[in-house]
């Protein structure tokens, strides 16, 4: 492959990674969703979470989910919970949240 071609490979992939970033959801909808979250399922949670669930409920396919439940149970575990139940806590809160995965747990 040219060097010029990989060149341009690597700006349509780094925009693209820019463009899927969790910084373009607007700051406005994540205390709107802890608002609607503890309204809707009595669940209160703080505005790192948030952040992420905000970003698998806006966003298309089943990885952004699954990257969400990962950071959010990589913040629970910095917090001091067990790496077992931090999973099943995050893979819950999506879940019951956004919908959708399964709910084999």
């Given at each position: 492959?040219?060097?010029?071609?990989?060149?341009?490979?690597?700006?349509?992939v780094a925009k693209r990674r820019e463009s899927n970033n969790l910084r373009n959801i607007p700051?406005?909808?994540?205390?709107l969703w802890q608002?609607?979250?503890?309204?809707?399922?009595?669940?209160?949670?703080?505005?790192e979470i948030a952040r992420y669930i905000v970003m698998a409920a806006h966003e298309e396919g089943t990885?952004?989910?699954?990257r969400a439940m990962q950071k959010i149970?990589?913040?629970?575990?910095?917090?001091?919970?067990s790496?077992?139940?931090?999973t099943k806590i995050?893979?819950?809160?999506?879940?019951?949240?956004v919908g959708g995965g399964n709910n084999s747990d």
């Open positions: 492959m040219p060097i010029s071609s990989r060149r341009r490979v690597d700006m349509i700051e406005v909808l994540v205390p608002v609607k979250i503890r309204e809707r399922f009595g669940i209160n949670i703080d505005r990885w952004k989910k699954q149970e990589d913040i629970l575990i910095e917090r001091g919970m790496r077992e139940e931090s995050s893979r819950s809160v999506i879940n019951i949240v």
